[in-house]
């Protein structure tokens, strides 16, 4: 089963995301950015296929999230690798799909 890491300090926004992926992925959760790289450093079991990643454009008030696969470079990013939030449960499913596709 495909494993994704949602990293996010807001423990509400944790739980809605995790409630719309828990039925087709194995969801781990870490509410900061040193969570998130120790986890990564010893998941040697259980590897993460994808994380997503809140992040926020100082100045404003929207928030979304980057997805990002452990093992890709920052600098191969494409642009579609942000989707908004809130989110819709489909809309959700059909991107995370298409990151790990596409990033395979």
Known sequence: MTTIMIVDAHAERVHQLKSLLDDQYTVITASSSKEALEHLDTAHDNP?????????????????????????????????????????????????????????
């Open 48 to 104: 993460v296929d994808l994380l997503l990643v809140n992040t926020q454009i100082p100045g404003t008030t929207n928030h979304s999230f980057l997805s990002v696969k452990p093992t890709q470079s920052f600098y191969s990013m494409d642009k579609d690798v942000f989707i908004p939030f809130p989110l819709e449960k489909e809309a959700l499913h059909r991107f995370i799909q298409q990151q790990i596709t596409e990033k395979e």
